[in-house]
Structures are given as structure tokens and as C-alpha cells.
């Protein structure tokens, strides 16, 4: 059977994307320093591109977060006692099915039951004394640490493995990752890395599609498909020494099996 090569690629966000949504109601006001405090500590904590944007209840602008620093005295104005209301949030929002929608604030958010069976858990609540989600059977979160509340929120990526039955992998661009075969297929596997992208050439007698089973902290587990790299040429290294006529024959007669002759050993295998 001829072998084939090809090229794929793993594209995965090491923190999962937030949206960061206030609460400046009625019902929050007496606790808007502390409600302010825990989103300024978010917001330096998480890391750089985590945080797709700032919202408060009741008001479907989206505000850079980066600007809460300098603009939250003029912000709070703006919303001061809107209603609390998520949809007009949600309704802006880029795939909130992707996305960890924290909510700080205090007191009841009146629509949360209309959006809470298909994005349960996206919703991360964290109340200042009294409930957002009262009738809703759903642990909230108060007076947490910052720390502990980021591990939740941003559920970094931990490790992934792919998986690629036959194929043997022979070059990727990332060396967190290592090579790894059981006895039935190949794998490379990648534990706590600064960067988990990576471009992998295979070889084999197939050109199945390859999944990566990634792992957050949470023990959250999901499968992304890697993508195919359509005419993918390999950097050549530093210092490349082609192979030999010879090597190249011998190389061949090797992969598909056929008999070959060790000069060294002087004999036929």
C-alpha cells in the first residue's frame, strides 16, 4: 500500500474566552466598589486576548476591558439603575456557547431563566450578599478569591494528546510535544506548555482526519478536530544533508517492505 504525507494543524486558545458582565442596578449600588474591585482584579489577573469584552445587565454595549482601569466611575454612571436584564447581552455576544459569561452583581437577574437551559454552563454567578439566580438550581459563588476565581474562569489548558492510528508522525514545530505508540497507534502528548499550537507532518497509508483530546484544570475535557495545510513545505533546517542515492533506495525498499542489503553486516534482509 503507497504511503502518503500529510500536514495538519492544532489550533487551541490556552485560556477559554470571558465575557465579563456588571451589574450597576438598583440593587448593586451599595456594592459597586466591591463589584468593581473583583472585575479591575479579573481583568489585570487573566491573561492578555482572554477577556472579549466588557458588558453591563441591562445595556448591549460592549466596553474595552482593558479601559475599566481609567473609565469605571464614568461607566457606572452611564448604567446606573438599568435593569437587570442578560439578554441584551447575550444577544451580542460572539458564540456564547464558547464562551465563560461571568456575571458580578447582586440581587436578581430577572430573564437569566430564558437563557439558562442552553448556556447553564457558560454562566459563572458571583453574588455580593444577595442571589442572581434564586429559583435556579445552580451553586453561586461570593466573596471569592481572586485566584480561585480565575482558575474558574479562564480553565487553562493543561494537556493534549492526538491521537493518529496509523499514521507515524515524522516533524512538528513544537517541542513541548513528544511521539508516543502503544502497540496499535501514535500519539504526541503535551503537558503544561507556554504554547499548545503546533503543525504536524504524518506518514502513513491513510488520510484520516486526526482529533486532539484537550484537557483543562477543571478536568474538562474536549475533541477539536486539526485542521489539513493544503501544500505544506517543511523548513529545512540549519545545517541539511541530503541522502544519498543509495540511502534513498534503501530507504524505500524499507517502507514498503521490500528486501534490503546492510553493507555493514553484509548480508540480505
Do not use: C
Not at 96 to 106: F, H, R, S
Not at 145 to 158: E, F, I, K, N
Not at 166 to 188: H, K, M, R
Amino acid at each position: 500500500m503507497p504511503l502518503t504525507r500529510i500536514t495538519n494543524k492544532l489550533t487551541v486558545k490556552t485560556s477559554e474566552s470571558v465575557a465579563l458582565v456588571l451589574d450597576a442596578s438598583e440593587s448593586a449600588l451599595d456594592h459597586w466598589p466591591e463589584i468593581a474591585t473583583a472585575a479591575t482584579n479579573l481583568i489585570d489577573i487573566l491573561p492578555a486576548g482572554v477577556i472579549q469584552g466588557l458588558w453591563f445587565l441591562g445595556n448591549p454595549k460592549k466596553y474595552p476591558a482593558a479601559d475599566f482601569h481609567t473609565k469605571s466611575s464614568e461607566w457606572f454612571a452611564e448604567n446606573k439603575n438599568r435593569i437587570s436584564l442578560i439578554a441584551p447581552v447575550m444577544e451580542t455576544l460572539t458564540a456564547p456557547d464558547q464562551t465563560k459569561i461571568v456575571v458580578l452583581g447582586n440581587g436578581p437577574i430577572f430573564d437569566l431563566a430564558d437563557w439558562w437551559l442552553s448556556y447553564a454552563e457558560n454562566f459563572i454567578l458571583i453574588n455580593f450578599g444577595t442571589p442572581l439566580a434564586e429559583r435556579l438550581a445552580r451553586r453561586e459563588l461570593s466573596t471569592v478569591a481572586v485566584s480561585d476565581l480565575t482558575q474558574q474562569v479562564s480553565d487553562p489548558v493543561t494537556r493534549i494528546e492526538i491521537y493518529s492510528g496509523a499514521l507515524a508522525p515524522i516533524w512538528w514545530d513544537n517541542p513541548a510535544y513528544e511521539v508516543g505508540y502503544d502497540g496499535t497507534q501514535f500519539s504526541l502528548r503535551a503537558e503544561q506548555a507556554a504554547s499548545f499550537e503546533v503543525t504536524i507532518t504524518w506518514l502513513g497509508p491513510t488520510t484520516q482526519s486526526i482529533d486532539a483530546i484537550v484537557t483543562r484544570a477543571s478536568g474538562k475535557k474536549q475533541t477539536l478536530r486539526l485542521d489539513p495545510v493544503e501544500n505544506f513545505s517543511q523548513p529545512a533546517p540549519e545545517e541539511w544533508t541530503p541522502l544519498t542515492e543509495a540511502e534513498v533506495d534503501l530507504f524505500n525498499n524499507v517502507i514498503q517492505h521490500q528486501s534490503f542489503f546492510l553493507p555493514s553486516l553484509w548480508h540480505e534482509t
